[in-house]
């Protein structure tokens, strides 16, 4: 059965950095994509960063690049986001999920919440003084 824990949220003054751990386990495919998604109070859970192991490819929102750095550990099946230079706006409840197969990252991907197969608990981050 797939399942995916996140770790590594908290408290951080606005410029601090955060990483934040997802582990999966119970994968059946050898190819998965991975992806953080966070969720504000009143907003929708929107797509923060994926990785794919199939090529190595990522995806950020733009709202994210250049401050978030995504990594992966595919022996460990486990996927790092590194947050820098967080903002009051990144404070949010941040999740993690699995979709397994060959994931691309084309020029109009936009990671799609139904296409998942499995998600963490969530993790908050709150970004303030």
């Known amino acids: 059965q797939l399942h995916v824990v996140e770790s590594g949220g908290g408290l951080v003054q606005p410029g601090g950095s955060l990483r934040l751990s997802c582990a999966a386990s119970g994968l059946s495919l050898d190819y998965y994509a991975i992806c953080w998604f966070r969720q504000a109070p009143g907003k929708e859970r929107d797509g923060v960063s994926c990785i794919s192991n199939y090529n190595s490819g990522t995806w950020y929102a733009e709202s994210v690049k250049g401050r978030f750095t995504i990594t992966g550990d595919n022996a460990k099946r486990t996927v790092y986001l590194q947050m820098n230079d967080l903002k009051p706006d990144d404070t949010a409840a941040y999740y993690c999920?699995?979709?397994?197969?060959?994931?691309?990252?084309?020029?109009?991907?936009?990671?799609?919440?139904?296409?998942?197969?499995?998600w963490g608990q969530g993790t908050q981050v709150i970004v303030s003084l």
């Open positions: 999920a699995v979709e397994e197969g060959i994931i691309l990252f084309g020029p109009n991907y936009v990671p799609k919440k139904a296409d998942f197969d499995s």
